[in-house]
Each structure stands twice: as structure tokens, then as C-alpha cells.
């Protein structure tokens, strides 16, 4: 799944490509991807765009006429073209959502891998419109996000700090991977509760999520679409490394794995060398 670094170098990519440019077409292949009708996704036609933010996971596409805002959930992703191609796409028939074009000839495919379709696209007068917008916590290089806003969002919490880091109404914009890889960076494990943290494993957490994010953004800055999910892959110390070895200790990284996804930790940093139950065989001896 993209997650903020990914997210933000999308924007940066594409807001140095469509800002000034207008939208020629805006072709939607799955309509279930379309999650609103008002204003219909036709006002989009010769609008200008005038501008490319982030919100949390969201793209943010503003224009003279309304915003396209689109979330790429668990598998989906854009695909940029120099030259757009010309083909005619079948509903049903493709992994592409979203065809938008562009006055330059340019223009952009929203795809989604996988049968669990989750892929977002709204079309808004106000990103506020938008639910999952709406409900966002802070972003967690925000400026004003100083570590006692974070102590406050933690503060008297009975929630596993792999979940909470996790909760886009708490903070936007970290997922599955880049919380393992924070945990990891703070040897903390992901079982821990946010109430019982101490001030220093506060300190700890805190600087953990805003190196490992910082240095995240650097590394995706500047890389076009094609390029930033290999460049996430290897920046992970332990997140889909399973098997593998700990870039800090040497123990073997471990998964917990559970309906739809799985975490990675390592019990020497994390866990004091103590391997985590798997959830799958728990279900199996109930």
C-alpha cells in the first residue's frame, strides 16, 4: 500500500507536470471506484489545474472546477504517460479505474491490482467533502506536530501502538510498513500500549516516526511513479522481510499474520527475543 512517502512523491511528480496544464478527458473504467456524483466527474472537462496536494494517503488534484481526489488503497497506483495512449479501454476488462487526459497530450492511468477493489476517486468542491479527509489526525511532519502533540495522542490510550500509528484518525498518513519500520527503529514492540509508554519511550517513538519518514521522503523525492515502490522496498529494514536478517542485530525478522495483512518485527530489538504468536495457528487450536 502507498503510504505518505510514496503518497508525497506522487504529488511532487505530478505537480510539476499537470499544474497549468487542463483536463481533456477524465474516463472512469471502474465505476465502483467513483465514490461521488456531485459535481459530476464531466466538470472535470477543461478544467485547469491549478495545483497537486496531499492530504494523509489522499491526492489532492485541485482545479478552477472542482478537486480530484483519489486514494490508492492496498494495491492500487498511477501510471503516468509523456504521450497517453490512444486505446480504448473496456470496462471489466483492465486494471484501470481512471483514465485522465491532458492538454499537453499527457496524462495518467489510476490502476488496481487484485480482486478486493478499495481504490478511492471523488470528485469535490472541497477536499473537506471528502469522509476520510475529513476525519484525518495530524501529519506527522507537520510543523506544528511537536512531540508533546504526540505525548497528548497518546496519553491514557489502552490501544497496541502498532494500531494507533496505524489510525489515520490519529495520525494520517503512516501504514503497515512504516509502522514496522518505526517500532523497529525505536525497539519497541508492536504489542506495546500507548498509555503505559514512559516519557522516554515517548522521546523514543517520536523520534523513530519522524527520522524514519524523513528519511523515507528523501528517498522518493525526485523519482517518477515507476520507481518509488522499489525504493520503498529498499528502505525497509524489516518490513516484508520475513526470514531474513536484521540489518541491526542479526536475529531473523519475524511475521504476525492476520486476515489481510501481516507485521514484521524483530524479537531481539523488540520483543526481548521473544517470537510473537502467530495469529493464524491461535485461530487453528481455539
Given at each position: 500500500?502507498?503510504?505518505?512517502p510514496?503518497?508525497?512523491?506522487?504529488?511532487?511528480?505530478?505537480?510539476?507536470?499537470?499544474?497549468?496544464?487542463?483536463?481533456?478527458?477524465?474516463?472512469?473504467?471502474?465505476?465502483?471506484?467513483?465514490?461521488?456524483?456531485?459535481?459530476?466527474?464531466?466538470?472535470?472537462?477543461?478544467?485547469?489545474?491549478?495545483?497537486?496536494?496531499?492530504?494523509?494517503?489522499?491526492?489532492?488534484?485541485?482545479?478552477?472546477?472542482?478537486?480530484?481526489?483519489?486514494?490508492?488503497a492496498k494495491?492500487?497506483?498511477?501510471?503516468?504517460?509523456?504521450a497517453?495512449?490512444?486505446?480504448?479501454?473496456?470496462?471489466g476488462?483492465?486494471?484501470?479505474?481512471?483514465?485522465?487526459?491532458?492538454?499537453?497530450?499527457?496524462?495518467?492511468?489510476?490502476?488496481?491490482?487484485?480482486?478486493?477493489?478499495s481504490?478511492?476517486?471523488?470528485?469535490?468542491r472541497?477536499?473537506?467533502?471528502?469522509?476520510?479527509?475529513?476525519?484525518?489526525?495530524?501529519?506527522?511532519?507537520?510543523?506544528?506536530?511537536?512531540?508533546?502533540?504526540?505525548?497528548?495522542?497518546?496519553?491514557?490510550?489502552?490501544?497496541?501502538?502498532?494500531?494507533?500509528?496505524r489510525?489515520?484518525?490519529?495520525?494520517?498518513?503512516?501504514?503497515?510498513?512504516?509502522?514496522?519500520?518505526?517500532?523497529?527503529?525505536?525497539?519497541?514492540?508492536?504489542?506495546?500500549?500507548?498509555?503505559?509508554?514512559t516519557?522516554?519511550?515517548?522521546?523514543?517513538?517520536?523520534?523513530?516516526?519522524?527520522?524514519?519518514?524523513?528519511?523515507?521522503l528523501?528517498?522518493?523525492s525526485?523519482?517518477?511513479?515507476?520507481?518509488l515502490?522499489?525504493?520503498?522496498?529498499?528502505?525497509?529494514?524489516?518490513h516484508?522481510?520475513?526470514g531474513?536478517?536484521c540489518?541491526?542485530?542479526?536475529?531473523?525478522?519475524?511475521?504476525?499474520?492476520?486476515?489481510?495483512?501481516?507485521?514484521?518485527?524483530c524479537?531481539?530489538?523488540?520483543?526481548?527475543?521473544?517470537?510473537?504468536?502467530?495469529?493464524?495457528?491461535?485461530?487453528?487450536?481455539?
Amino acid at each position: 500500500m502507498p503510504e505518505m512517502p510514496e503518497v508525497q512523491g506522487l504529488v511532487d511528480f505530478l505537480d510539476g507536470r499537470v499544474t497549468g496544464t487542463a483536463i481533456t478527458r477524465a474516463t472512469v473504467a471502474a465505476i465502483a471506484a467513483l465514490k461521488t456524483y456531485d459535481p459530476p466527474i464531466d466538470a472535470l472537462h477543461g478544467a485547469s489545474i491549478t495545483g497537486v496536494t496531499r492530504h494523509g494517503k489522499f491526492v489532492d488534484i485541485a482545479t478552477d472546477a472542482a478537486h480530484l481526489v483519489f486514494h490508492l488503497a492496498k494495491a492500487g497506483w498511477l501510471r503516468w504517460y509523456d504521450a497517453l495512449p490512444s486505446t480504448v479501454i473496456k470496462p471489466g476488462r483492465t486494471p484501470i479505474a481512471l483514465r485522465v487526459a491532458l492538454s499537453d497530450d499527457s496524462g495518467f492511468d489510476l490502476t488496481e491490482a487484485g480482486t478486493k477493489k478499495s481504490l478511492a476517486v471523488y470528485v469535490v468542491r472541497d477536499p473537506a467533502d471528502v469522509p476520510g479527509i475529513a476525519r484525518l489526525g495530524p501529519d506527522p511532519l507537520d510543523e506544528g506536530f511537536a512531540r508533546e502533540a504526540f505525548a497528548t495522542l497518546l496519553a491514557g490510550k489502552r490501544t497496541q501502538i502498532k494500531g494507533l500509528l496505524r489510525d489515520q484518525a490519529v495520525i494520517a498518513g503512516i501504514g503497515n510498513a512504516y509502522s514496522d519500520e518505526i517500532l523497529h527503529v525505536a525497539r519497541m514492540s508492536p504489542y506495546a500500549l500507548a498509555a503505559n509508554l514512559t516519557d522516554a519511550d515517548i522521546d523514543t517513538l517520536y523520534a523513530a516516526m519522524t527520522t524514519t519518514l524523513a528519511e523515507a521522503l528523501a528517498e522518493a523525492s525526485g523519482k517518477p511513479p515507476a520507481d518509488l515502490k522499489d525504493a520503498k522496498r529498499r528502505g525497509m529494514r524489516v518490513h516484508g522481510r520475513r526470514g531474513q536478517t536484521c540489518p541491526v542485530c542479526g536475529d531473523t525478522v519475524r511475521s504476525v499474520f492476520f486476515a489481510d495483512n501481516s507485521l514484521e518485527y524483530c524479537p531481539t530489538c523488540q520483543t526481548g527475543g521473544k517470537a510473537l504468536a502467530d495469529r493464524r495457528l491461535s485461530r487453528l487450536l481455539k
